[in-house]
């Protein structure tokens, strides 16, 4: 540590593993770890939320999303918004639920794929089988609902909750995919259908993306209790942690300086082991910002991926307004249906890999954001009077990651009171645009053949942050292997979607948590602890794959319920 850095911070208690980050993947790996005994703090900068500070305010509700006005950003793709909420429960407070495997053939993409100029690929340095047990623990641990489709690889167990009714917008989409010869299948989807585990049963009030007003939708709020109960985690909110202080060798985080963002108060805190499960964002700058003799490009940038393949969805997104009401308020926001019928490139696309579609609504305020973005005045006043006859899809191509694809320090000059600003750039690969053009084009097809009588294209933007520290087998050519611990720094661990070498063509949530688990249980071998021999309510591995096979009380294959 440095002379600046010591002097007149207060020096905190030591704690065995600081997490950085109290999103999904931050929020499970606390629980697992505080309940293992280990001695956690979870640190967030954002402040604490639960569901009595939800409302059904769609404007006073955006403030849990990300700030993107302190990043500048360039590049040839619009962006979004940073899939990303601020505070506690981080993207799981705006998240829609989607619970999805990646397919197995997400794994191997440079294997399968080869070179593609322009596309910096990599294959997991993990299998879809090596992972398969910790999707079947998180299934059963968060609850998921839905049905396993002929997509799916075969033997699964089913999952833990029957899929969700569907409304009226569903029923009309699912009948222009079936028009077109297009299989659809009930979305999973990390919602309870009813009460458990002191959440409550989703009341189809439409608010997800603004927080779970129940906690139906499951997030890392969730965990807390567990991990209070534990005896064994603290919490500390609106603390902006500025630096990771490595120890003389260079091998091993010593400390973290951080700033209490209400006192403006500096601080170090002296850890045994470090879990940065922060966004690919901040998770790089962080990264980036701690540089150190033996680290002069910042924290296991060796490769000099550190900040680089950010990869994201492009989202070529349609809506459509038809005849008849259709209740674009009712049930949640994303994904009671799917078609993954073009999750994988035939020989005789213009593109390679895949999208996926799914049924997607939306609040006024969202709608007139969104798909009437581009109308004013008069325009834009008669488009939401239809508002009530509107329904969409939500289209998610898979996007190749490209090297200048990321996050650039603007100021590298070290200030222990804040982190440096940062460029977010990104351009389109010409493969993301060969495939949004048909992606964009299906989504287009099946509206009309459901009765949209008219169109609403949205211009396509980046969904979903993944890579920037992406996982691999080998130092030269990434960032951390594959239970998240970081190639030079020890004790070092990253958790989230940083980690991704690849993005798929569906939602990386599922992903994010079965990683997380899977690096909470190295981390608690790690300390010499074997968690099937712990008291106390650890959910085991093992425990919850004995779960899962019995999550069904009427002894029924939810498989069963796809035909609807």
Known sequence: MSLTELQGA?????CQVAIIGMGPAGGLTGRLLAEAGLEVTGLEVGPWRDVHTFSS???????LWWPEWEYRLTGSAPRGRVNSGLGVGGGGLVWTGAAWRLFPHDFRVRSEEGDI?????????????????????????????????????????????????????????????????????????????????????????????QGCHNGAMYSSLAELPAAFASGHFRLRTRVQVTRLLLDASGRRVEALALVDLATGERHLCPVEAVVVAANPIETARLLLASTHPRHPLGLANQSGLVGRCLTVHPGPHVWGVFPEIVEPEAGFVLNHLACFEFSKATDSDPYRRGFILESLTGLPVGVATGPLAALWGKPLMAAMRRYRYMA????????LPQRQNGVYLLD?????????????????????????ARAQEVACAVLNAAGATTLYRQTPVQVHMMGTARMGRDPVDSVADSTGRTHTVENLYLAGGSLFPTGSSVNPTLTILALAWRTAEIIVQSAGLN?????????????ALTASAHCRSDGKDSSQLLER
């Open 531 to 543: 968690p099937e021999n712990l008291p106390g309510a650890w959910p085991t591995l093992a425990n």
């Open 10 to 14: 207060i020096v905190d208690p030591p």
């Open 117 to 209: 100029p322009g596309a910096l690929l990599a294959d997991w340095p993990l299998s879809y089988d090596q992972l398969a047990p910790y999707y079947t623990a998180v299934e059963q641990h968060i609850g998921v609902a839905g049905v396993r489709g002929p997509f799916d690889p075969p033997g699964l167990p089913p999952l833990p909750f029957p899929p969700h009714p569907y409304h009226r917008h569903t029923e009309i989409l699912k009948e222009g995919f079936e028009r077109l010869g297009l299989r659809t299948q009930p979305g999973s989807v990390a919602i309870l259908p009813e009460s458990w585990r002191g959440r409550e049963a989703c009341t189809g009030c439409g608010y997800c993306i």
């Open 392 to 399: 969409g899809l939500f289209v998610l191509c898979e996007g």
């Open 57 to 63: 305010n769609e404007w006073e509700m955006r403030k």
């Open 412 to 436: 590298s000059a070290p200030d222990p009171f804040r982190l440096p600003p940062l460029r977010v750039h990104y351009d389109w690969h010409p493969n993301d645009l060969a495939m949004i």
